[in-house]
């Protein structure tokens, strides 16, 4: 099956703007935690977070998502003040040596001020706006983009909120209103960028059913943003493994959400979602001309 995939032009600060549609886009995922579930403590020094994301970038990485406060669940909440410590010294390490456009993964207005000043172009709100919506008027001042993901409770209690009569359907309507949030504040709707929120309050068979689901959500007419990588809703097809040995799942599952309809991709591993993506990318061509 494959889902038509609409080009949208997203603007960036600076008179800057994104393609997406007519390639798949890989964004890199970097941690500064020492506590998320795929690679926590790997990159708390800035220099192997720096190496870490010159490396991403050779490995074919389009852009780049810092986060410095894990959201896997069960996960205890941080500080601003310590979520600013982890990322800013990276932050400066990467300004002028990437040219990929930096993300970074956070639900604090202070956080986002700070990251959009260090030279971050984007924001990526794992709740949507539901912790605060602030985020979203910090956006707007700085023109930056937006990628809002769904998602329901806090991290240390959102299995309790995976309840879902039509994932999909509720997905949708759930994110239409993270929309309206942000275009309330200020935020354009051509800089906001969807994300279905695979394993965020969803046991394994609601993540399966919202990246089923991509080409419902494409309804909302704005690109979306797809996140498999090592998540445990993986081991429900494949067996119990540790997130490092789930790579190879996580590119079936990015080719997948390719051919349904995926504008931009989340990986940890960014050298096989490279290559899958490319490969499902000639695919969608062929089958389109």
């Not at 809002?148 to 240390?156: Q, V």
């Amino acid at each position: 099956m494959i889902c038509p995939r609409p080009t949208f032009n997203v603007p960036l600060p600076n008179g800057r703007s994104l393609t997406l549609g007519p390639t798949t886009l890989v964004m890199g995922i970097l941690n500064i935690t020492p506590d998320s579930f795929a690679d926590g403590g790997r990159y708390l020094d800035p220099a192997a977070a720096e190496a870490a994301a010159i490396q991403m970038e050779a490995e074919g990485a389009d852009l780049l998502d810092v986060g410095g406060e894990s959201t896997r669940p069960g996960s205890e909440e941080i500080s601003a003040e310590e979520e600013i410590r982890r990322v800013q010294p990276v932050l400066r390490r990467l300004a002028g040596r990437l040219r990929i456009p930096i993300s970074v993964d956070t639900t604090k207005p202070t956080v986002a001020e700070m990251a959009l000043g260090e030279g971050a172009v984007m924001l990526n709100d794992v709740t949507g706006l539901r912790y605060d919506s602030g985020l979203a008027s910090i956006a707007a001042r700085h023109r930056a983009a937006l990628v809002l993901m769904h998602s329901r409770g806090r991290s240390r209690d959102m299995y309790q909120e995976a309840r879902y009569v039509s994932v999909s359907r509720e997905i949708s309507e759930e994110l239409a209103g993270s929309l309206e949030r942000a275009l309330a504040a200020g935020v354009p709707r051509e800089a906001i960028i969807l994300d279905p929120g695979l394993g965020f309050a969803k046991r394994p068979e609601h993540s399966y059913a919202a990246l089923a689901g991509l080409p419902e959500l494409a309804g909302l007419h704005r690109p979306m943003l797809v996140g498999p990588s090592r998540k445990s809703f993986l081991t429900a097809a494949i067996g119990e493994r540790p997130p490092s040995e789930r790579d190879a799942a996580t590119a079936a599952a990015v080719t997948a959400a390719v051919m349904l309809g995926a504008h931009i991709v989340r990986v940890h591993a960014v050298a096989p979602a490279a290559d899958a993506v490319r490969v499902a990318d000639r695919l969608r061509d062929s089958m389109t001309t």
